[in-house]
């Protein structure tokens, strides 16, 4: 599981969404996509739920998602939007 950084604000739309990382001092640009994996990632969902949600929203096919959805999961975590919570779900 994922948790979105505490330093990170950001705004969604039908285009995607702007991410302010207020500690670190930079802005992201999502499309569509990365913007409602991480609208389900401040819910709380989980990875397995994430890639559901997204190929039935998007009518993609699970193992593209799966796979496009880690990817984008280890660039969140490279530029520290996001941080894994481990099993006892503390950080």
Do not use: W, Y
Request: hydrophobic share 40%; aromatic share 4%; with cysteine.
């Amino acid at each position: 599981m994922h948790k979105v950084s505490d330093s990170i604000r950001s705004t969604h739309g039908q285009d995607g969404a702007i991410v302010l990382d207020i500690r670190q001092g930079q802005i992201f640009n999502l499309n569509l996509v990365g913007s409602r994996i991480l609208e389900l990632l401040e819910c709380g969902s989980t990875e397995e739920q994430i890639t559901d949600a997204i190929s039935r929203e998007f009518t993609v096919d699970i193992e593209t998602v799966r796979k496009d959805v880690a990817e984008f999961l280890e660039e969140l975590k490279a530029n520290k939007l996001v941080a894994a919570v481990p099993a006892n779900g503390n950080l």
